[in-house]
């Protein structure tokens, strides 16, 4: 019997990555194209031929594809399939049922998710969650989100905006945030929100990553606004282990890679915030992914979805 | 063959009520006593013999008593079932094996949890939160707790710390709380942090109930602290409404009655938070609980363990 392969497909805002991954988490074959081509709206296309592309892999390595899961930024009505108009990074993305085009262009079953959903149940089946009963994947980048993990299942709620912890609030008034509020997580700690802020205290443009540069160097501006992001992520943090105290928190992306040096000082202003006995037993971690494993969170949706079908 | 019914506790900081609760949710019968008598440290003699006594009406209405839950201040760890050192209410049921001891007195199976829980799961059984996949309820009163049920179950976390939503903070440098941390919405929203900021401002002792008066009434001073206990509150809902999607959303205790008639101007301050969609999906309410439905929280804990029992 020829083994199993699931296709994973991680939708980027700025690139898109696809692996066959098998049954145990081992991605085996992988391939990476800019999401957007030279002509306009042509993502949903382009996504389609590299899942076309990667899938002709699986035979000639002796596997057999056995479903497929994209992981796409933006939230995804769980009954449909139906990507909402959320996707602020890939805006073509709304209102497309990306799972019914890639069944029929593949063959196969089919299933889609937010992308840190599909994130946090490729950690919580292959990687730093795997024996965790509840898990938290917050994800640091251009955009915050998270994943809800609860007994082997992605919590969704009521329509898909379960884990939605980007957009939580942690100042009552304060900075404007793209989703229209004020103080949200994200206006302190996404990549895009920490070059603004650290643009106009230096007076000059710079990008999120020569701001932590400048920080580790000494320059006490930079300090100051890499000190009040990790402020703010410690308060985000206290809320999802205050108020869920899971078993793992996992820290994704490449704002905690850039934190990840200080992360005692992280943890050290947690633990003025949150209980005790809660920070105790929520093992707090930072995941260094690569590109070749974000493809696993897609192929665990597929993966998922097969173990559900056997069951049905 | 006798019907059974479930005798329900609710231990609070002042009153303790136990009750007979059928397994349709209806209280049979009740009573209710202060939770400390004259002696220092009588309160758990004083349950005991209050649960006792209720339990010996079961027969005499023609009940077979099946079992006995009760609600206590305090976080429960799930495994040993004795209560943890934070119950600042009542602190001498800190360590305390209650359910041990109730099931020794009683000689019916016991479940002891979090109060705010055993609401949510009673609310969740026989009242506003019938048929929620996903339900939330924040209890704002003394002191400020959520419970949250999933698919049917009182999600604990790691440690029972999951649903401390009083302890989320919603100002990263705001008022110190009574947890050591800042910012808490406690500290803008419970009872006595309502009545020592407005005493502060008015310059004189105020309680919530007169501060809430005085705010009814027109007083311009009384009126800010009410509008930032609101808006604290509709942060705190945006977290959950954002960050769990839940099907719904129940508010109870006596500073959510106090607050009921200024709903509507909670929901436009919550829609200037939340994202859409999750807010169009989340059902949000006031509950109005009187003391004698909150044993059926209890009940509801030891109707759900006897359940358990008969599936194992």
């Not at 004020?182 to 443009?205: H, I, M, N, T």
């Not at 710079?206 to 932590?212: G, K, N, P, R, T």
């Not at 009040?228 to 704002?255: C, K």
């Not at 493809?295 to 173990?307: E, N, P, T």
Request: proline share 4%; hydrophobic share 45%; with cysteine.
């Amino acid at each position: 019997m020829t083994a199993r392969a699931f296709l994973g497909i991680d939708v980027g805002g700025t690139t898109t990555s696809a692996g066959l991954v098998t049954a145990q988490g081992r991605v085996v074959a992988g391939r990476r194209r800019p999401t957007h081509g030279p002509a306009a709206g042509d993502a949903v296309p382009r996504v389609l031929a590299l899942a076309s592309e990667v899938a002709g892999l699986a035979r000639p390595r002796g596997y057999r594809l056995a479903g497929v899961g994209a992981g796409v930024p933006g939230i995804v009505n769980g009954a449909t399939g139906v990507i909402g108009g959320e996707a602020h990074n890939v805006p073509e993305l709304g209102g497309v049922p990306l799972a019914r085009l890639l069944r029929r262009a593949l063959g196969v079953p089919a299933a889609v998710d937010n992308d840190v959903n599909a994130l946090a149940l490729g950690e919580w089946m292959w990687g730093a969650g795997r024996g965790a009963r509840s898990l938290v994947l917050l994800a640091l980048g251009t955009g915050v989100g998270g994943g809800i993990v609860l007994d082997g299942r992605l919590y969704r709620g009521a329509a898909g905006f379960g884990g939605e912890l980007g957009h939580v609030p942690v100042e009552l008034h304060g900075r404007p945030c793209v989703c229209g509020a004020r103080g949200c997580l994200k206006a302190y700690v996404a990549g895009p929100d920490l070059s603004a802020e650290g643009s106009r205290r230096l007076g000059r443009p710079v990008d999120a990553a020569e701001l932590f540069r400048l920080a580790a160097g000494g320059d006490a501006t930079a300090t100051a606004v890499v000190d009040q992001a990790l402020e703010a992520l410690a308060a985000g943090l206290t809320i999802i282990v205050n108020g869920l105290n899971p078993d793992r928190l996992l820290l994704a992306g490449s704002i905690a890679r850039a934190l990840a040096p200080r992360a005692a000082e992280l943890r050290a202003r947690l633990a003025r915030r949150a209980y005790a006995g809660a920070l105790a037993t929520t093992r707090l971690r930072f995941l260094g992914l690569d590109k070749r494993t974000t493809v696993r969170g897609g192929a665990a949706l597929a993966r998922q979805a097969a173990i559900a079908r056997a069951h049905a």
